[in-house]
């Protein structure tokens, strides 16, 4: 089976940025110590403060849709709130070969 490649886009309100950073690099320890979870960094986008972009490789889908749901990954998002410029954009990746 192919590992899972994932992209999630989060924005922050102008003037949340703070809290936003706060509640997504909350979930990074916890998220990495997730069953399947091969990689979860987060970074920010340069030259647009709040835009927040997760990279993720999980080894299954079974084990995204765990992360989906465990408790940290909720809580996060609730601390997050209103400070949040909309939902999440969350891409699935598949690999193209160039070869």
């Known amino acids: ?3 899972l490649h994932v992209v999630a886009i989060i924005k922050a309100k102008e003037g949340k940025e703070a809290a936003v950073k706060e509640a997504m690099g909350s979930i990074i320890g916890p998220s990495r110590k997730d069953k399947g979870c091969i990689r979860y960094d987060l970074f920010e986008a340069q030259g647009a403060p709040g835009t927040l972009v997760n990279l993720e490789t999980w080894a299954s889908q079974e084990d995204l849709n765990e992360h ?3 408790p940290h990954l909720g809580a996060a998002f ?3 709130g209103d400070a949040l410029d909309g939902a999440p954009q969350i891409y ?3 690999p193209i ?3």
Do not use: C, F, Q, Y
Request: proline letters at 0%; hydrophobic letters at 60%; aromatic letters at 0%.
């Open 97 to 99: 070969d160039v070869a």
């Open 68 to 70: 989906m749901k465990s």
């Open 1 to 3: 089976m192919a590992e």
């Open 78 to 80: 609730a601390g997050a």
């Open 92 to 94: 699935l990746l598949n």
